[in-house]
């Protein structure tokens, strides 16, 4: 039994909506798809504008872009994260701030981002790790007490809420990632969601070179005007039609993810030497991650993920600390102290969940830990 970390659930509607835009014989980069992905999206989470962009690390850059970050801005950011949310400030020459996380989300603490605000901070940009709301309400309110611009990493949290409202609606704008592993996926693909009609308007002209035409740039004989810089960061129609298709479906494939991690839960949660992820109440996680702690730290992590292997199950860390990876040291981010952070990155382990999950595939996962911890235990004996 081979168990990988994440396996994309597909269907026929997903094979026939990207064939018709094949057989169509046109519109394969710009395409009517495009647009009712960003209106079916807005839709589903309740904000007035989406675009649609080539990756979650387009989207964020872009995101920096529309709110003319600059050289000496500061933007708090968790070291605690996938590399694009440290890299995003520094697409536009300001200066990332690492702020340390708490223990029960694993995103930003509030009182740490407190204490790392000055007169040149800009921005807050927190992540719902693995599918799990941040304590985002708290860090709205403090955005909002320091005019500060709230921006959501939201790249692995779509359908994530707290009560009745969805990651993603409590900043200024924020993006969500369809890579791949994400929660539905365009195979590669990002968007921007926000309900500020200028940042808007700057996304649309800095997706597509910065131009405005009448219809299809491709096909239209209209006169385009190139208003202001841009990028070619845009979702091609075939991948908007996959994202569509994926779309519809996403209720279904949440439910099947928290199925399955629930499952993990009610075993791992009683096992000693292991501390999973538990929502907070009225926290509603959609498990892109299914991560937990091993108590013990690094040493017998590691010696649990080399026994995992050996069992034909894959594991990750997600994450090590950004400020560790030798880009940042260069910038002279050695001195950062994070101490929560490199607690909580040298005991994770993120362990395979994908919707399709078999329960034989649950059940060796489980059975697999819980034989190394009694083995661990024996040997301590």
Request: net charge negative; aromatic share 10%; hydrophobic share 40%.
């Amino acid at each position: 039994m081979n168990i990988p970390l994440f396996k994309i659930y597909w269907d026929e509607d997903d094979i026939n909506a990207v064939e018709e835009v094949i057989r169509s014989g046109m519109q394969w980069c710009t395409g009517p798809h495009i647009e009712e992905l960003e209106r079916e999206i807005c839709e589903y989470l309740g904000t007035k504008y989406c675009v649609a962009f080539n990756s979650g690390g387009s989207a964020l850059h872009a995101i920096m872009l529309a709110h003319k970050f600059k050289p000496g801005d500061e933007i708090i950011v968790p070291s605690f994260t996938f590399i694009a949310t440290a890299y995003a400030p520094l697409y536009v020459g300001a200066k990332p701030i690492f702020a340390d996380i708490e223990e029960e989300t694993f995103g930003l603490d509030p009182e740490d981002v407190k204490e790392k605000i000055t007169p040149r901070t800009k921005a807050i940009l927190p992540v719902h790790y693995g599918g799990m709301p941040c304590k985002i309400k708290e860090l709205k309110e403090i955005a909002e007490d320091y005019n500060l611009v709230l921006i959501e990493d939201a790249a692995e949290a779509f359908g994530a809420k707290i009560n009745n409202d969805y990651v993603g609606t409590f900043g200024n704008a924020a993006i969500f990632s369809f890579c791949q592993n994400k929660i539905f996926t365009t195979s590669e693909g990002g968007v921007v969601v926000t309900d500020d009609k200028e940042i808007y308007r700057k996304l649309k002209l800095i997706v597509s070179y910065g131009r405005i035409t009448e219809g299809d740039y491709f096909a239209s004989g209209s006169k385009t005007d190139y208003i202001e810089l841009g990028y070619n960061w845009r979702l091609s129609t075939i991948l908007a039609a996959l994202g569509l298709s994926q779309l519809k479906k996403v209720n279904k494939l949440i439910e099947m993810r928290r199925r399955n991690a629930h499952m993990l839960n009610r075993s791992l949660q009683e096992m000693g030497g292991v501390r999973v992820l538990r929502e907070p109440s009225g926290y509603f996680s959609v498990y892109q991650l299914y991560t937990i702690r091993v108590l013990d730290g690094r040493d017998t992590r590691d010696a649990l993920m080399r026994h995992l292997k050996k069992n034909e199950i894959s594991s990750k860390v997600y994450f090590e600390p950004a400020h560790k990876y030798t880009v940042f040291q260069k910038l002279g981010y050695e001195t950062v102290n994070l101490p929560v952070t490199e607690k909580i990155s040298s005991q994770v382990i993120s362990l395979p969940i994908y919707p399709h999950m078999a329960s034989t595939e649950i059940n060796h996962i489980i059975t697999t830990i819980k034989g190394f911890f009694e083995k661990k235990k024996g040997e301590s004996i």
